[in-house]
């Protein structure tokens, strides 16, 4: 299975329009560049979606070369965003060819490209963010220390992971070094590597974090039967647009009647009925449950206005989910497991010069 990752390279040093006209010069299509809105950060390059392959590694090579050309630098308030995608590439599509249709896609449309299948179970979440918890002082020891309890990427708890039982209880908020937010776009993002230009230090790290996820897909999971409890997302709809207001009216304890709902958006009885299949389709028939007039105490006849609509906060199903393997057939939960030879040796030199680093420092 392939697993695309997007990343987010923060800068200074080098103005947004300067950094822009430079990848336009190189004939690099593709990302964007914007503000971060964090202090001491002048610009943050957004990469397409990309599958590991050579192509995309020559593809980040050469956005490094720019930044690098145009006076770009890092400082420690710059970080490194990787997403890792939540859902395998579809069969029959090939890494390269991923990468080729992706960098259109958003060139032509600014938008991000998918081709995606059904996304991992959430014992598969559950396991990779363990096992990077288990190890979070190896993790720290990656970085520079500005990146240990860095309030933008702060470590997770194990127990808390350990007590969740569906994506939501997983999600600890954007500042956390793996953020959930970005589950329902279709990413798990991983926050913690620091600002970097350097196009070895980028690629090793998607590198070790697409092991990190296939590991634990490949080798530490099975199919079973078992009860899936799946999150409704917050808000499938544009925030502001009719079908949103209604759909945040009805994703509550009490739901919503179609009286308040025709209060609330000015629309009529037969537009709101409209929407509320809409919301079926985006989340499922069992996810929308609807209140007869006599369920919420009017007699028949008194007016469909008394029918109200409850989208429910998460979703029971009995079908094939994923389930850890048992413990003699597991693989090593080690977040070096699977790690290869080449790879491996170069993030212990690069732990190493981190150490001798701080270590120099504190002497002096």
């Not at 520079?144 to 007590?163: A, F, G, K």
């Not at 025709?262 to 919301?279: F, K, L, Y």
């Amino acid at each position: 299975m392939t697993y695309t990752f997007g990343i987010e390279i923060e800068t200074s040093g080098a103005s947004i329009v300067r950094i822009a006209n430079a990848l336009n010069n190189a004939e690099i299509r593709g990302c964007d560049v914007k503000p971060d809105g964090t202090p001491r950060v002048d610009a943050e390059i957004v990469l397409p979606p990309l599958a590991a392959c050579d192509f995309a590694f020559d593809y980040i090579k050469k956005i490094c070369r720019v930044l690098e050309d145009v006076g770009a630098s890092v400082n420690s308030s710059c970080g490194l965003h990787v997403h890792i995608s939540n859902a395998p590439l579809n069969e029959g599509t090939t890494a390269t060819q991923f990468c080729g249709e992706s960098i259109d896609v958003k060139e032509r449309t600014g938008r991000f490209f998918a081709n995606h299948s059904e996304p991992m179970d959430f014992i598969a979440v559950q396991d990779i963010m363990r096992r990077y918890t288990r190890q979070q002082d190896a993790v720290n020891s990656m970085f520079p220390r500005s990146r240990t309890d860095n309030r933008y990427c702060s470590p997770l708890s194990t127990r808390r992971i350990e007590q969740a039982s569906t994506i939501s209880e997983l999600t600890f908020g954007k500042f956390t070094s793996i953020n959930l937010q970005t589950w329902s776009r279709g990413t798990i993002e991983f926050r913690q590597a620091s600002g970097t230009i350097e196009a070895s230090k980028i690629i090793n790290w998607v590198k070790f974090l697409n092991n990190l996820v296939s590991h634990t897909l490949e080798n530490r999971i099975e199919s079973g039967n078992r009860t899936i409890v799946t999150d409704t997302p917050e808000q499938p709809f544009r925030r502001g647009a009719r079908v949103g207001v209604q759909y945040d009216m009805m994703r509550s304890d009490s739901g919503a009647t179609t009286q308040e709902i025709m209060d609330a958006t000015g629309c009529s009885e037969q537009r709101v009925r409209a929407a509320v299949s809409e919301i079926r389709s985006r989340v499922g028939d069992a996810a929308v449950v609807t209140s007869t007039q006599q369920a919420n105490g009017a007699r028949y006849g008194d007016g469909t206005h008394h029918t109200s609509y409850t989208v429910l906060f998460s979703v029971e199903t009995q079908g094939n989910a994923a389930q850890l393997l048992p413990e003699n057939r597991r693989g090593v939960e080690s977040i070096w497991a699977n790690v290869d030879d080449d790879l491996f040796e170069w993030w212990q030199n690069r732990i190493t010069t981190l150490s001798d680093r701080n270590r120099i420092g504190a002497l002096a």
